[in-house]
């Protein structure tokens, strides 16, 4: 417990010093809150969808909370290439632990991003319907933020090298993100589309938002719990296991 | 004296490449070990394999009456090491690292403290304690990293390569800490150095690996009258030619680049 713990401890620490990451982090949520929401506000009011505001706002909650802990996740790789994962990996603690308490680590660390951008969309005109669903859909943020967390600890215990990291940024999390419903409605999607977003585990996180935040609804709140838990008990597992097969 | 480091047969085997050739070496209780070798011959993969870092192909390894594959945290418990590269977490601080160790090694709160105060005084750096690392010099990241991996208290410490960049104030104060603490704690200090004076004052028994064979062993005189050289240096040439190792840059060369490039150079 001691050791999730400090290593829990160790990645809030590390986020909240370095302010510039911070920042960079909620520069691109708010850029596309800005750009979207206000760019395409007009066409989708006069196609009598209501507020695209609204509905873009829980997108880019999620988008931030993919991208930040993706992030987090391969940070490993990071500890990696300067050494601090060996000084982990020689001490008395089980490997399990340690992907543990970096993973609620990291988990932790992007939840509170996609709080912070809520807030964030708030100022820029987005209304949740019900107070009283708020805090459920901190909750969902929790289990979306492991779930990718697991996602990038596992997929960085592939790669060995940042040019990797660029790789999976390309080729994993941006079509994860651009596929999931995160920017336009599922429905009336050409089946292909569609059909993929059912297999993006992000679009259940995207529509769990929206189910709880403008109260719309894709996939059926019940769906989308049971679908976002399986996938981020597989990640996990998986995450665990491959971390404990890294050798250095 | 008995052993606490005992080697027998030790062989790893990567793809197409045997980095470690069927080696035995023991260490005594409470010495002083230099293990030498040119570039790629083998001594990291070594240090790995009794680290629990890797496991052998084959062979056995008893460390502190442990075997590092199937106890491996016995082992990890038996021993401190300060790597070739620095493994601090720069974003921390001094404190902040050592209290991470402490932790990870199950030092109750109070002895962690205590651990802590009288290392950190050992090494000279009580009074930056609260800096972040990444303001740290190379030398002083060296010195905490010395204070750390004898945090535990461990009856074995690895370091591989520590003086490397290191200037020679910085060098000498970081052998009087390992020389004290060898003698009064009675710590065995394992070492891997490129620089053989350095092998030569500090190493009770040394011995020398090259293509992932033990060449040579013994004392530097040893090694000295049996190749008829009077310096160390030169009984090292002797012993392991005087050809250049080509080493491939590995990813991590590239990375420090790349690292160097963004952040103009910190280590």
Do not use: C
């Not at chain 1, 990291?165 to 994860?176: A, G, S, Y």
């Not at chain 2, 104060?173 to 603490?181: A, I, P, R, V």
């Amino acid at each position: 417990m001691k050791t999730i713990y400090i290593l829990w401890l160790r990645q809030l620490k590390r986020y909240y010093r370095s302010k510039s990451r911070m920042i960079g982090s909620l520069a691109q949520p708010l850029l596309f809150l800005v750009s979207l929401g206000y760019g395409f506000g007009h066409v989708y009011q006069q196609a009598g969808q209501g507020s695209y505001m609204n509905f873009l706002a829980p997108g880019i909650i999620a988008m931030s909370i993919i991208f930040s802990a993706i992030f987090m996740g391969m940070e490993i790789i990071w500890d990696r290439q300067f050494g601090f994962l060996k000084e982990t990996l020689v001490a008395p603690v089980s490997r399990l632990n340690i992907m543990i308490g970096r993973t609620l680590g990291g988990a932790t660390v992007a939840t509170m991003q996609g709080i912070i951008v809520f807030f964030v969309s708030m100022l820029a005109g987005f209304t949740p319907y019900s107070w009283a669903m708020v805090p459920f859909a901190f909750l969902v943020m929790i289990l979306v933020a492991i779930m990718f967390t697991a996602l990038g600890t596992m997929v960085a215990s592939f790669i060995d090298d940042m040019h990797g990291f660029q790789m999976i940024m390309n080729f994993l999390v941006m079509p994860l993100f651009f596929m999931s419903g995160a920017l336009f409605p599922l429905e009336g999607v050409p089946p292909v589309i569609a059909t993929i977003a059912r297999f993006d585990p992000l679009s259940y996180g995207v529509d769990a938002f929206r189910t709880l935040l403008i109260n719309t609804s894709h996939f059926g709140i019940g769906l989308d719990i049971l679908v976002l838990s399986v996938i981020t008990f597989v990640f996990l597992t998986l995450g665990g296991y491959f971390f404990s097969k890294i050798q250095i | 004296m008995a052993n606490i480091i005992e080697v027998k047969n030790l062989t790893k085997k990567f793809k197409d490449l045997i980095a470690v050739d069927n080696i035995s070496f023991d260490v005594k209780k409470g010495e002083i070990f230099g293990f030498l070798g040119p570039n790629g011959a083998g001594k990291s993969t070594t240090i790995k394999m009794l680290t629990t870092l890797l496991s052998p192909t084959s062979g056995e390894i008893n460390l502190n009456g442990h075997n590092p594959v199937h106890e491996a945290n016995a082992v990890r418990h038996s021993f401190g090491i300060v790597f070739q590269d620095p493994s601090l977490d720069d974003e921390l601080t001094a404190y902040e690292n050592m209290e991470f160790h402490g932790v990870l090694y199950n030092l109750p709160k109070k002895l962690r403290r205590k651990k802590i105060e009288e290392l950190l005084k050992f090494v000279e750096l009580w009074d930056r304690r609260d800096s972040l690392v990444k303001q740290y010099s190379g030398g002083m990241k060296r010195r905490l990293e010395i204070a750390r991996g004898l945090m535990h208290s461990p009856k074995i410490l690895f370091l591989d390569e520590p003086t490397l960049g290191l200037d020679p104030q910085t060098r000498n104060h970081m052998w009087k800490y390992l020389q004290e603490h060898n003698k009064s704690e009675g710590i065995t200090v394992f070492f891997t150095t490129h620089y053989m004076e350095e092998a030569e004052r500090n190493a009770q028994r040394i011995a020398i690996i090259d293509h992932g064979k033990i060449i040579a062993s013994g004392t530097s005189d040893d090694l000295k009258k049996q190749t008829n050289k009077t310096s160390l240096e030169d009984a090292f040439l002797e012993l392991t030619g005087d050809n250049i190792r080509e080493e491939e840059g590995s990813s991590l060369d590239k990375i420090r680049t790349m690292r160097r490039r963004w952040t103009g150079n910190r280590r």
